[in-house]
């Protein structure tokens, strides 16, 4: 059984951030605007491309307007 990389669990998250981000109807910079992040940052957790801080996570979660858990449940 192979163990799933640092980098595929950054591409399973932005999968999920993804599909929360739709589900509320939100673009980028709408999403952007109701935290503490920017817009391209976003996009870029959304690829996989980079790592998050923990403050990150809570501004998401907050953006998005759900359990910190909701969000880590991918």
Do not use: V, W
Request: charged letters at 30%.
């Amino acid at each position: 059984m192979a163990s799933e990389t640092s980098k595929d669990y950054l591409i399973k998250f932005g999968h999920h951030l993804q599909a929360l981000r739709k589900s509320k109807n939100l673009s980028f910079r709408k999403l952007a605007a109701k935290c503490d992040l920017e817009h391209s940052d976003i996009k870029r957790y959304e690829k996989g491309e980079i790592n998050m801080t923990f403050s990150s996570l809570f501004e998401l979660a907050k953006g998005l307007e759900i359990p910190l858990k909701e969000l880590m449940d991918f």
